[in-house]
């Protein structure tokens, strides 16, 4: 097994990034850097390769820390060094469409934002997002994670969010990780009881997307709502 410390100088992970700048790392590099150590019979960049062996790096940054610990090497110290990686990365990527200026017009322009984020998610998320007068996005919050029912997502919980933040109106959106934008049932009772306990707190629910891999389906264009 070749050890990091075998390596030339200026090809080890931290020492190449110094002298090089990030951009010259392969990913493997990166997330061995973030790993700093390896495990028995496998060296730092070994485990590295090992998980983009197993998964792509885009399955990889939606894993969770019970998820990473499930692989050799990596234990829950290392597994919580990489989801805060991928979390801040997810954050510096997406923040100047959070709380962009522009307003949001359509369900394309919601679509834009949200499937970058949600598209290759393993479970269904559900998510509030939040609205000034201007209708720009104030924030957004995750309230769910799982197969929707009524007894995971709550008017209370989702108004909670909105009030909090003194939004004037929100948006719906959730993910099928089925790969089928098709509203279910369970989604159209949901999204149906929600918009009533808008109408009693006067914050609209302006829309509700589904969100299945690149594709979306809004329910105010399928007069769903």
């Known amino acids: 097994m070749l ?8 090809d080890r992970p931290r020492e190449k990034l110094i002298l090089r700048g990030a951009q010259s790392l392969s990913a493997a590099e990166l997330i061995a ?5 390896g495990t028995k019979g496998q060296s730092v960049i070994e485990v590295a390769q090992t998980l983009l062996q197993n998964d792509k790096l885009e399955i990889l940054a939606s894993k969770s820390v019970e998820a990473f610990t499930k692989s050799n090497g990596i234990g829950k110290d290392k597994a919580a060094t990489l989801v805060a990686a991928f979390e801040l990365a997810r954050r510096i990527k997406f923040q100047d469409k959070w709380f962009s200026a522009n307003k949001i017009t359509s369900p ?4 834009e934002i949200f499937i970058p984020i949600l598209r290759d998610e393993i479970k269904e998320k559900f998510i509030v997002v939040c609205l000034n007068t201007s209708n720009q996005i104030i924030k957004f919050e995750e309230i769910s994670i799982g197969n929707l029912n009524s007894s995971i997502v709550h008017p209370r919980e989702v108004f909670k969010v909105a009030i909090d933040n003194n939004s004037a109106n929100i948006f719906l959106v959730h993910n099928h990780p089925s790969g089928n934008t098709e509203p279910s049932r369970e989604d159209i009772s949901i999204t149906k009881r929600l918009v009533e306990a808008g109408k009693i707190l006067d914050i609209k629910v302006l829309d509700h997307i589904i969100i299945a891999g690149d594709n979306f389906t809004s329910f105010v264009e399928r007069r769903n709502i």
Not at 33 to 37: A, N
């Open 33 to 37: 850097i973030l790993l700093r150590t």
């Open 108 to 111: 394309e322009d919601l679509a």
């Open 3 to 10: 050890k990091v410390k075998d390596l030339p100088f200026d």
